[in-house]
């Protein structure tokens, strides 16, 4: 059980910023939000991840609404690399350190 | 690169057979997490080791099993094999033992059984 719900796919053009949006209606106050891509079928890679205030990194910004059912993940400048699976996944429960991954979207950058 | 070694990278087999997979965790880090990958049931976790000891268990099959050694490498060994086991294989490994680290993932192992 995922947890979590994402578009099957999303297209984007090259340069400009992809947003990606993730629905967990059914988070609890002590859960993270993380997010992962895995292009190909590389090992999935580890972008950012967040509890309830927006976090930027060298990847990407996370923003989770004030009520934290749902986030979106931004890429301000897509690239053609960054064409991948894109994860959103919270942790279940206190003690479970299960990742569930979920069917992610798949973002498809178009030159 | 994650710093994750899996070995070996493609590995073929036949039904019925035994294979054991490998992974060296990043440097420092003590929890190993793995995951199989098949197409129809995406990324799945099977188990988790920290610091030598089994920390969480998920849809690992009976036939499956793994540990983790002394120096923090971990093995996987999957047994009876069937054709449904054919899948990507990934290690991962973080810091410590909860899930507030994000995990480093390895290259995988990918797992045909004929």
């Known amino acids: 059980d995922a947890k979590t719900t994402q578009p099957p796919s999303m297209d984007c053009a090259e340069g400009r910023a992809a947003n990606l949006p993730c629905n967990h209606s059914t988070i609890s106050g002590n859960e993270y939000v993380y997010w992962y891509r895995q292009i190909h079928s590389q090992g999935p890679q580890y972008i950012i991840h967040?509890?309830?205030n927006n976090e930027t990194n060298e990847m990407a910004s996370l923003i989770i609404t004030e009520d934290r059912k749902s986030s979106t993940l931004i890429l301000p400048h897509a690239t053609l690399r960054d064409t991948a699976v894109y994860y959103c996944?919270?942790?279940?429960?206190?003690?479970?350190?299960?990742?569930?991954f979920g069917t992610g979207t798949s973002l498809t950058v178009i030159p | 690169d994650s710093g994750v070694t899996q070995t070996p990278k493609h590995l073929i087999t036949a039904t019925g057979q035994r294979v054991t997979l490998r992974c060296s965790p990043r440097s420092g880090d003590l929890s190993v997490y793995w995951y199989q990958q098949s197409l129809d049931q995406g990324l799945q976790f099977l188990i988790q080791y920290y610091n030598g000891e089994e920390r969480a268990k998920g849809n690992i099959l009976e036939r499956f099993s793994a540990q983790q050694f002394p120096d923090l490498h971990s093995e996987l060994n999957l047994s009876s094999l069937e054709l449904g086991d054919s899948a990507l294989y990934f290690c991962?490994?973080?810091?410590?033992?909860?899930?507030?680290?994000?995990?480093?993932f390895g290259p995988g192992t990918r797992l045909t059984v004929l």
């Open positions: 996944i919270v942790r279940v429960a206190e003690n479970d350190n299960q990742f569930y």
């Open positions: 967040g509890l309830k």
């Open positions: 991962a490994s973080s810091p410590r033992g909860d899930s507030y680290n994000e995990q480093f």
